[in-house]
């Protein structure tokens, strides 16, 4: 059940109840493709920098270990040891973009492994199966996720065929949250808004999908190319279309200036990869700017990456010991810059939730994005 506590202009201030705990919303959601943060971050990592939502992959899973042995191990809580909520991510956005050669029909999409080349059939149902079998919390609903640049007719065609399996998607988890051996027998369902940067075909998409009641909705195809400009237009378009209370979730983004502005047109739950992929790059996020910790100028800093944080990093380690680790190649180095911008995005998300409790979201986010540069 989602809970809407407080309104600042549309911005949302909200908590989702689930089986394996409460979200306090807005979210980011840490991004474990393969059930692991990469960076050789720990799931008692993920407890020490406050995240809420721990995001893996259906796509990765089902090919490697395979979501049966997962299921035999006991649901993806108990393989990553992780007892707070997971989303897993239907494994569309793979399909469509790792698996190259592939075949689109009305049943469901084929296609092989990126990993060994095998043969794979995966559409509403299969997507569900799997999901039911790692056990998250949430499971997305299987979708077409088109290119940005893909012409209109095309757009429609596969909007027309993302919303009639969602209602396949539907069906089969109710189906599978009544059968007993089902682990998590109250795994919610996430449907997809799609349309690439049509507005009046993501309305059209947004008023459809609305009438089955789900207990979430996300806008995707957002983070595939196109503009920030086109995104914060399309999310001006479609989030009014979505319920209000239930939880908005804007899939792939982004920046810290994306959130803020994606906060501010009433989204809830965010996830990306950045801050992990960057902070294995030596490139950290702080409230003044993003640092490149690769660069000579710090190469005897012995001030930590920003002054006054609290995450593992900043707590003990100076620029320059992070510095030479990066330099040497040692995995410490890029773990504590992962840990670092983690935890810079979770506590970025208590600031926005206290800000919206305050009912000052505006002041706050112009002075965040004067802060950071527009980072």
Request: charge should be negative; charged fraction near 25%.
């Amino acid at each position: 059940m989602y809970e809407l506590l407080k309104r600042d202009g549309l911005a949302k201030r909200g908590r989702l109840h689930t089986v394996h705990g409460v979200v306090e919303t807005p979210v980011f959601m840490n991004v474990g493709t393969a059930a692991a943060i990469k960076g050789a971050v720990s799931t008692t990592d993920l407890q020490e920098i406050k995240t809420q939502v721990e995001l893996s992959n259906t796509y990765h899973l089902h090919v490697r270990p395979g979501d049966e042995v997962v299921k035999k191990l006991g649901g993806l809580h108990k393989f990553m040891v992780w007892d707070k909520p997971i989303l897993t991510d239907s494994g569309g956005f793979q399909v469509f973009s790792l698996a190259g050669l592939r075949r689109i029909k009305e049943e469901g999409v084929y296609f092989h492994s990126h990993i060994d080349g095998r043969k794979i059939f995966m559409g509403p149902e299969e997507s569900m199966r799997i999901q039911s079998n790692l056990a998250s919390t949430i499971a997305m609903a299987f979708d077409e996720c088109p290119s940005s640049v893909a012409d209109r007719d095309y757009i429609e065609n596969s909007v027309d065929r993302t919303a009639r399996w969602l209602v396949r998607c539907k069906a089969e988890m109710e189906r599978l949250n009544q059968l007993p051996d089902t682990i998590n027998r109250n795994q919610l369902l996430f449907g997809i808004n799609q349309g690439g940067i049509y507005e009046d075909i993501r309305i059209r998409h947004a008023q459809e999908i609305t009438k089955l009641d789900l207990d979430g909705y996300a806008v995707g195809g957002l983070a595939v190319g196109e503009s920030h400009e086109d995104m914060y237009r399309i999310l001006d378009a479609v989030v009014p279309h979505l319920p209000v209370n239930k939880p908005v979730y804007l899939m792939g983004v982004g920046t810290p200036a994306n959130i803020l502005e994606a906060v501010e047109r009433g989204v809830d739950f965010f996830d990306c990869v950045y801050p992990s992929r960057n902070g294995r790059h030596g490139h950290v996020y702080t409230n003044q700017g993003k640092l490149n910790l690769f660069n000579a100028k710090y190469e005897l800093d012995e001030g930590p990456i920003e002054e006054g944080c609290q995450c593992p990093a900043c707590r003990t380690y100076s620029r320059a010991y992070i510095r030479h680790l990066l330099k040497a190649k040692e995995m410490l180095g890029m773990r504590l810059c992962v840990l670092h911008n983690l935890y810079f995005y979770n506590t970025m998300m208590e600031e926005i939730r206290q800000a919206i409790d305050e009912g000052n979201y505006q002041e706050y986010k112009a002075g965040k994005l004067a802060g950071m540069q527009g980072m």
